[in-house]
């Protein structure tokens, strides 16, 4: 079975990133997909702390080898972000410029959230993801107060095949 990574990206105390993440997850087809969640407000990923630059792959700090893993064995991912200040979180800019050759060719989804849909997140993601050579394959938008209301709970029916839509370009 494949396995599809949810990365959550906000660590914010307030965040709706963990409940929507879960609903997204609730979404994807169990037959098609092994779906794990994955929060980098819980994972030990410190600012780049490695010797070398990531591009050369060698990685020797625990932490970074966990994170490279992961990435390495997912068989790809659906990156949520919420949208801060124009752009995505610093933990997902952290947690792509620590490594370089995990992504490289991985399928990724991309949804972003806010109350412009997180546009402008998706939109500046996008050439970070190409930089590292990953296989951007989709976004959803999904607005605050339409799609979803400010405490993550859903309101469109039109959401769920949004995702679904997603996921299967990700296969």
Known sequence: MKKLRIVVTSTRPTRIGGRLGQWVADQISPEEWDVELLDLGALDLPMLDEDDV???????RPHTL???????????????????NASFTAPLKNAIDTLFAEWNEKPIGVIGYGWG?????TAALSPVLKN????ERGVVHVHFNKDIDPAGEVLSDELAGKVQELAAKLV
């Open 54 to 60: 990531p591009r050369l792959g060698n990685y020797t």
């Open 132 to 135: 590292v050579q990953a296989d």
């Open 117 to 121: 849909g997180g546009a402008r997140a």
């Open 66 to 84: 966990a994170w490279a893993k992961t990435v390495s064995e997912a068989d790809a991912l659906i990156i949520l972000t919420p949208e801060y």
